[in-house]
């Protein structure tokens, strides 16, 4: 290895930029995105199913629907919970700005 991969690697901004490099040369190379996420798209609605019916006990269909509902629930839970954090930074931000002038 030589000084500079050293460097880099030591480097999380910079380990962070190749990253993102691969994952877009990654992205590009591939031609069928829905079938390339299809397994993590799987695996997500399985853990909604098992987290509505963990016994395993309710009609497919039954738990299907209780499946797509809870999932909806939980991405509107993470919406507002964005915007509750992104409103906390803007308060943030506004004080901290009424500190400076008031400093001036």
Not at 4 to 16: E, F, G, K, W
Not at 46 to 70: H, I, M, T, W, Y
Not at 81 to 89: D, G, H, N, S
């Amino acid at each position: 290895m030589t000084d500079r991969t050293q460097d880099i690697q030591d480097d999380p901004a910079t380990v962070s930029d190749a990253a993102r490099a691969m994952a877009r040369l990654s992205w590009d190379m591939t031609s069928d995105r829905s079938a390339r996420t299809a397994p993590a798209r799987a695996a997500s609605f399985a853990r909604f199913e098992r987290q509505v019916d963990p016994a395993g006990v309710l009609p497919s269909n039954e738990r299907a629907k209780r499946a797509e509902s809870a999932r909806k629930a939980f991405y509107r839970e993470m919406a507002l919970r964005a915007v509750e954090v992104r409103r906390a930074k803007r308060a943030a931000k506004r004080a901290a700005s009424t500190c400076e002038d008031e400093q001036l």
